[in-house]
């Protein structure tokens, strides 16, 4: 019985997006069910009950959710080309990174995004105080995983690609070329690696949906804000 | 000498602590606790978690570990002898994972709103979901645990440590509130699993009385209501 791997996905989730890279360094052969997340498939319904979203791995029938933990069983899974170290500290740190790059850069990056006025402004400093000590991370290396991409690079990853259409969407700068020098080059390096490159969603119909997420969400804060707020 | 070459950084009422005095447990390895104060952070411990500045951390060979979660698989790889604290298949492994992120991630953080709830009505929906999520985790261990006594089966291993060490704040939530969220006619399962984990050798000394753990809540709440009424207007 051959190896069955179906990835469920959408055409802009950069959670998603981090599978597709996984399965493509790896060389597994998938296929590939885009989802429209406004209109979720009953398999999707079914594969991720508790969260209903994309990606879903599905490997000889059964189910993982979460990046992360996809991730993972992609690497235990599939050992050619390995995108955690082997060592077991460097293991616990780049688990720690993942963490730190989800929890506080996305966070504070897209809250830098989506919010308007003060919020804004403290989310750009969050965000400037957390790219510095990735930028302190990259000393002396040319991706997180070293000499070529691995895990944190692929958690990571979204930031080579969005960072650049928020900027453009709501005219400030998030990552600094002169402040994060190394962080800058490291998502040039990255953008531009092969399957990176070859799997980016096309950029005016991000900017699109970005713009309109933006939109949403300046609509619906002064619809509900009183002069107090 | 063993016991100084393994330190950790916690406090004694920090759930996400107790998880890496659980699995040290587990693994038998010796270890010196450096019972540490928040409101005054050794610099061992700045240190060591200079960006999130937080307990635990986990120190072996001078090397410092931070994340509850990155520690208990540190533990369980570089001290990879049985028994094990994640399941050994990839496909398992994933399982446990995927309900610690969710138990992390949503349930902990419907527990913790249940504090920051104000009035009566939020309080109400903050404990229903609680409730709601340990539904959730009920039919997870239905799965996971396939008849057995825990969520690894006949030994506790990750997916036991990541919801076991919130039982005692799920005990402060109960009194606090006067209602029962750990329902024994609801989550049958989860009831008869958390008694066997608290008693389970690797657990039962090192857990905090959660009667103690109430006070100090109690101590805790009442401090930062205080603080709530003194503090000036927020313009």
Known sequence: ?229 | MAGSEVKVLGTWASPFALRVHIALGIKSVKYEWVEENLEAKSQLLLESNPINKQVPVLIHHHKPICESLAILQYIDEAWPSAPSILPSDPYHRAVARFWAAYIDHKWFTWLKGVASAEGAEAKKAALDRVREGLVVVEEAFGKCSKGKDFFSGDRIGYLDIVLGCFLGWLYVAEKRNDVKLLDEEKMPGLAAWAIKFCLDGAVKDVMPDKDELLDYANMVFQAMAKAKLNAPPNY
């Open chain 1, 1 to 229: 019985m051959g190896e069955e791997v179906k990835l469920f996905r959408s055409w802009s989730s950069p959670f998603a997006l981090r599978i597709v890279w996984a399965l493509e360094i790896k060389g597994i052969e998938y296929e590939a069910v885009f989802e429209d997340l406004s209109n979720k498939s009953p398999l999707l319904l079914q594969y991720n009950p508790v969260h209903k979203k994309v990606p879903i791995l599905v490997h000889n029938g059964r189910p993982i959710a979460e990046s992360f933990v996809i991730l993972e069983y992609i690497d235990e899974t599939w050992k050619q080309v390995p995108l955690l170290p082997k060592d077991p500290y460097e293991r616990a740190m780049a688990r720690f990174w993942a963490k730190f790059c989800e929890d506080k850069v996305l966070t504070s990056i897209w809250s830098a995004f989506i919010k308007q006025g003060k919020e804004q402004e403290e989310a750009l400093v969050a965000a400037a105080e957390n790219l510095k000590f990735l930028e302190k991370e990259m000393k002396g290396k040319k991706f997180f995983g070293g000499e070529r991409i691995g895990y944190v690079d692929l958690v990571l990853g979204w930031l080579a690609n969005l960072v650049s259409i928020f900027e453009e969407i709501i005219g400030l700068k998030i990552v600094d070329e002169e402040k994060f020098p190394l962080l800058y080059s490291w998502m040039q390096d990255f953008a531009e690696a092969p399957i990176i490159r070859d799997n980016w969603p096309p950029r005016d119909k991000m900017i699109v949906k970005f713009q309109a997420l933006l939109d949403a969400a300046i609509a619906s804060s002064s619809s509900s804000s009183s002069s107090s707020k």
